[in-house]
């Protein structure tokens, strides 16, 4: 079992509708969670940072966090062309390991 | 975010050669800087931590005699490919920890060994 999975797809959304990016991670002493959007050739780039249980938004982002079931998601409303793209789920293991899921891609339909 | 200079963004070097990547912190302090490297289509692949004035911690399966890590300074990492082999070839990109836990990424350097 990897560490962090994700459904690496890709998803295909149209444009205006809700993206939702699910992830799962297998270590339960992970506390911490990221969210990174990378566009072809280029880096990584922070998104969301979730610690706690619950909802995190911002702007058009929402991350959702259930340690229980150790389960992240990422919630994009108002999907635009520009959120195409892939999007890497990142848990922080023991103080400093981040250890990302294979991405996953996602096209916004116009 | 915190900004991260990455240099330089490709690299085209002989088989043989060895070729130096630089990472900056440009307005905060790393304690600790990471290096990944990618293939295309697939996720990123942590290669090693560096932690400033002390050796780099290396993973699995990563050659440290080839893949050398300097972090001199609270602001600077480097990593030498060393003897580099077209199988080197690759998206190496470093990341710069945050008091936060965050990891801001460099740009991002593209390897093509021939």
């Known amino acids: 079992q990897k560490e962090v999975e994700q459904n690496s797809g890709p998803l295909s959304v149209p444009e205006g509708a809700i993206a939702s990016l699910n992830c799962t991670y297998s270590?339960?002493?992970?506390?911490?969670f990221f969210w990174y959007r990378q566009y072809s050739g280029k880096s990584p780039e922070l998104i969301m940072s979730?610690?706690?249980?619950g909802d995190k938004e911002d702007g058009r982002f929402t991350a959702q966090l259930n340690k229980a079931s150790q389960y992240v998601s990422l919630l994009i409303r108002d999907s635009q062309p520009s959120d195409s793209a892939t999007y890497l789920c990142a848990a922080l293991q023991g103080a400093q390991k981040l250890v990302f899921g294979q991405g996953t891609r996602l096209t916004i339909n116009p | 975010g915190a900004v991260v200079s990455q240099h330089p963004s490709w690299v085209i070097c002989k088989s043989g050669t060895s070729v130096k990547i630089e990472c900056r912190s440009l307005d905060f302090q790393a304690t600790t800087m990471f290096w990944y490297r990618q293939f295309p289509k697939q996720s990123l692949m942590l290669m090693a931590t560096s932690n400033e004035g002390s050796k780099a911690t290396y993973e699995q399966g990563v050659e440290k005699d080839k893949f050398l890590i300097n972090h001199a300074s609270l602001t600077l990492s480097t990593l030498t490919v060393t003897s580099a082999h077209p199988e080197d070839s690759s998206f190496y990109i470093c990341?710069?920890?945050?008091?936060?836990?965050?990891?801001?990424f460099g740009q991002g350097t593209r390897l093509t060994v021939v």
């Open positions: 270590d339960r002493g992970s506390q911490s």
């Open positions: 979730i610690y706690s249980n």
């Open positions: 990341s710069a920890g945050t008091s936060r836990r965050e990891a801001f």
